[in-house]
């Protein structure tokens, strides 16, 4: 067997693999006698076909399956061997189609295009600085988180009167210019929070309102369009495009949720019985939590921050023309039209990838089913968490990770996931970090 390469480009590439019987005969040979073994055919005991028979009878279609996996398994070996790193699979090159007797002598000749992957340098040294965000808990994020953790507790009540956060459960009936009930516009009965509406002007309108009240009020100024489409039950589409917003508003019932007491039943529903049992603890447990999810909020912020130094540094072409032509042939559906759009996407991900891949390969990372184990585990731990308080066991929980990771496409998605986190945090050590603090409104100020 001879396998050649011949470089287009930089980018791309076209594989020659030639087959003459010599490589093929043995194999071909072998797979008829185990064909022969199995085969169940009419005047003949079972396993006791001649092996001559099912070559006539089906040698063709065994010489053409073992062909192919002959050129499959060598040219991976090649690619290998020869650490040619490579973007998607090789594709047959169009025009070298030849036609061939199949008749066990054949020298068969195949050509594969293939689209390398960019030379490039890993783009993180000492020399980058990058902040590393220390996100305060101001006053104002923690009573938000308090407040919200008190009504997810609390009770709904009636009041007469409608206040800023109340719910309006109401009739709303669309006006043409005139202010008159629009011919054949939108009508519906829908609950309007008031907690929503961002227009000062508009918000101030319903507040006060009691039952039967009527207000028009401009929706496209006061909510977004997903917001829209939940009042008027209509799509997100039917809601860009409504071009008369102004609607009667008619009162039917002010909601409110009352939030709950800090009292003992509550800091037990929460935490756990007798975990927390001060209004001053209670504070303490709550700044804890959101100052962990603000290190994880830290943390996304500076990944993404390490991606774009990391995108903008690497400067490189692709083999477009032999990647659309891959993508096109891997997915059957796949459109023109999506694959146009698509393609920008496409390329920025498998860009970041080969950077990851570059990182990991030359700092030796490794990363082990102990990680991926340990990370589905406690995913499926929070899960369990969120609907029964009852802890589960360390046995049963691990009975269900591993029945999870069974799961190919959930097990190389946790497998990305920790990849990526392997990355981050090397790369942590590898930059120099400056840390500042912020408070949490600053940080959400950030672009």
């Not at 079972?46 to 010489?63: D, E, N, R």
């Not at 009240?213 to 401009?218: A, L, S």
């Not at 489409?229 to 409504?242: D, P, W």
């Not at 001060?278 to 804890?288: G, L, M, P, Q």
């Amino acid at each position: 067997m001879n396998i050649s390469q011949e470089r287009v480009d930089d980018l791309n590439a076209v594989i020659n693999v030639e087959i003459t019987p010599a490589d093929y005969t043995d194999r071909v040979n072998k797979a008829i006698k185990e064909q022969a073994k199995k085969a169940k055919l009419p005047g003949f005991r079972p396993g006791m076909v001649p092996a001559s028979h099912i070559k006539k009878t089906y040698g063709k279609a065994i010489l053409f399956d073992e062909i192919n996996r002959l050129v499959s398994d060598s040219l991976n070996n090649y690619l290998t061997e020869n650490k040619v790193e490579v973007l998607g699979q090789p594709l047959p090159k169009e025009g070298s189609e030849s036609s061939y007797n199949w008749d066990f002598n054949d020298e068969f000749k195949f050509q594969y295009e293939i689209g390398l992957a960019p030379a490039f340098e890993v783009p993180f040294s000492e020399k980058d600085k990058v902040t590393q965000y220390d996100i305060k808990v101001d006053d104002e994020t923690l009573a938000s988180r308090i407040k919200n953790l008190r009504k997810s507790y609390g009770k709904m009540t009636n009041p007469e009167v409608s206040e800023d956060g109340d719910v309006l459960y109401s009739t709303l009936t669309q006006l043409d210019a005139s202010g008159n009930a629009l011919e054949g516009g939108i009508s519906n009965t829908a609950s309007v929070r008031t907690d929503l509406v961002d227009d000062k002007k508009i918000k101030k309108s319903l507040i006060g309102l009691k039952k039967d009240d009527e207000v028009k009020i401009d929706l496209k100024k006061a909510f977004k369009d997903d917001t829209i489409a939940r009042i008027l039950n209509i799509t997100e589409e039917e809601a860009a495009a409504l071009t008369e917003g102004t609607f009667k508003l008619v009162v039917k019932n002010v909601n409110r949720l009352e939030e709950a007491d800090l009292n003992q039943e509550l800091f037990d529903k929460l935490f756990g019985k007798d975990e927390v049992k001060t209004e001053e603890e209670f504070k303490a447990r709550v700044t804890s939590e959101v100052e962990s999810m603000l290190v994880q909020n830290s943390d996304q912020r500076l990944q993404q921050d390490l991606y774009n130094l990391g995108m903008e540094k690497v400067n490189v072409q692709f083999p477009d023309e032999f990647l659309r032509k891959w993508l096109k042939a891997t997915n059957e559906k796949l459109t023109d039209e999506e694959l146009s759009e698509g393609y920008d996407d496409f390329v920025k991900n498998l860009k970041w990838t080969l950077i990851e891949n570059k990182i990991i390969t030359e700092n030796k990372l490794e990363i082990k089913y102990e990680e991926v184990f340990k990370l589905a585990k406690e995913r499926i731990a929070a899960q369990f968490k969120m609907y029964s308080p009852e802890p589960i066991s360390e046995e049963q929980l691990a009975q269900y990770t591993v029945q999870f990771l069974q799961d190919k496409e959930q097990a190389n998605r946790l497998f990305e996931e920790v990849k990526a986190l392997k990355v981050f945090d090397f790369l942590k050590g590898v930059v120099k970090l400056n840390k500042k603090e912020i408070d949490y409104n600053k940080f959400l100020e950030l672009k």
